[in-house]
């Protein structure tokens, strides 16, 4: 004969099912799950703060470089120098242009009478 809510041994077997399941989502079916939840818990604390000193570093190495970082500011005085140095390379060849040009109306220089 069987009642319509069931029999004594199913409703120990749903109930113990239901207090195993409860006490494994809570954690509290030992110590050594708490304990894994606690060093868990721990290890996550640790990731987040070495994400945050990560972020940190990150941001002083990029301030560092771009404080010791001269290359690019460099650029413009390496040409405005290789600039300087044609035009003074223009003006010598023009010079001597001028002094040959000076030397040719002159003349050959006078023979000096000692």
């Known amino acids: 004969m069987s009642?319509?809510?069931g029999t004594l041994p199913g409703w120990l077997t749903l109930l113990t099912?239901?207090?195993v399941g409860y006490?494994?989502?809570r954690g509290g079916s030992?110590?050594?799950v708490t304990g894994l939840q606690d060093t868990n818990r721990?290890?996550?604390r640790q990731i987040g703060a070495l994400k945050d000193e990560n972020t940190e570093?990150?941001?002083r190495v990029r301030a560092l470089e771009a404080k010791t970082d001269v290359s690019e500011a460099l650029v413009p005085v390496v040409k405005a120098l290789?600039?300087?140095e044609t035009r003074a390379a223009e003006r010598h060849d023009g010079t001597l242009h001028i002094l040959e040009l000076v030397a040719e109306r002159l003349?050959?220089?006078p023979e000096s009478e000692a």
Request: net charge negative.
């Open 42 to 44: 721990e290890l996550v």
């Open 57 to 59: 570093l990150r941001a």
């Open 82 to 84: 290789k600039d300087h």
């Open 23 to 25: 006490l494994l989502v």
């Open 3 to 5: 009642s319509a809510f």
């Open 107 to 109: 003349g050959p220089e």
């Open 17 to 19: 099912l239901v207090v």
């Open 30 to 32: 030992g110590t050594a």
